[in-house]
């Protein structure tokens, strides 16, 4: 099963990926988890990095598209993934695209996990990460709209789309979740 969860930012993507990794027991690969490992580290990409995420922008495109290829390839993911905030952008989405047709592989769905604004800044508040301040949500929010949300439209086109409530407990978003992977399976 390989599949893209797609939400505004504070969806509950890194939420609803560790669910499906545990009832699925496929990995989870989050590239906001992995920018902020990068950042976190002595690498020369790192102050660059924060920079970025920091200011609630976009980290660069080929940048993204070598960490994912990189880890797709490894050999956990033979029997399937779960891309937890990537793609975010159209050329991403080609991307993606690229790296999966080398390999002779296609996705079985993206999950979009709809959530009114109104409520993402609520949780981000709550949330309290570094880049969660008020600024950088807002932030963040903006280039969601302006560089993201098209990104729908990509996959809309190619029948993949498949959305879900993400207003509800992590429980109750989880089971509509599982009705759509659940078929995905069959
Ligand atoms: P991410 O790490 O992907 O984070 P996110 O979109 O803010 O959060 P997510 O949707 O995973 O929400 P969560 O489950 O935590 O991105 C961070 C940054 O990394 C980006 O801004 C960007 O700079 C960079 N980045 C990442 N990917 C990139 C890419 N592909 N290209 C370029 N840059 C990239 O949930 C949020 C909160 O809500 C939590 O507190 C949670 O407990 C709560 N919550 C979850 N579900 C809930 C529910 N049902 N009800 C109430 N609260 C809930």
């Excluded at 490992?37 to 924060?50: E, F, G, H, R, V």
């Excluded at 994912?68 to 490894?74: D, F, S, Y």
């Excluded at 969601?144 to 207003?167: A, C, D």
């Amino acid at each position: 099963m390989r599949i893209v969860l797609f939400g505004g930012p504070g969806a509950g993507k890194g939420t609803q990926a560790q669910k499906i990794v545990d009832h699925y027991h496929i990995p989870q690969i989050s590239t906001g988890d992995i920018l902020r490992k990068t950042a976190a580290s002595a690498s020369p990409l790192a102050m660059k990095i924060k920079k970025v995420m920091s200011r609630g922008k976009l980290v660069s495109d080929d940048l993204l598209k070598e960490i994912v290829a990189e880890r797709l390839q490894q050999a956990d993911c033979r029997p399937g993934f779960i891309l937890d905030g990537y793609p975010r952008t159209t050329r991403q989405a080609h991307d993606l695209e690229e790296t999966l047709q080398q390999r002779n592989l296609k996705l079985d769905a993206v999950l979009y996990i709809v959530v009114n604004e109104q409520e993402l800044v609520t949780r981000l508040s709550r949330r309290g990460r570094a880049d969660d301040i008020e600024e950088t949500i807002r932030n963040r929010l903006k280039v969601y709209e302006s560089s993201t949300r098209p990104v729908l439209n990509f996959y809309k086109e190619k029948m993949l789309l498949q959305k879900v409530n993400g207003v509800g407990t992590v429980v109750q978003v989880f089971v509509l979740i599982r009705n759509v992977l659940d078929t995905i399976k069959k």
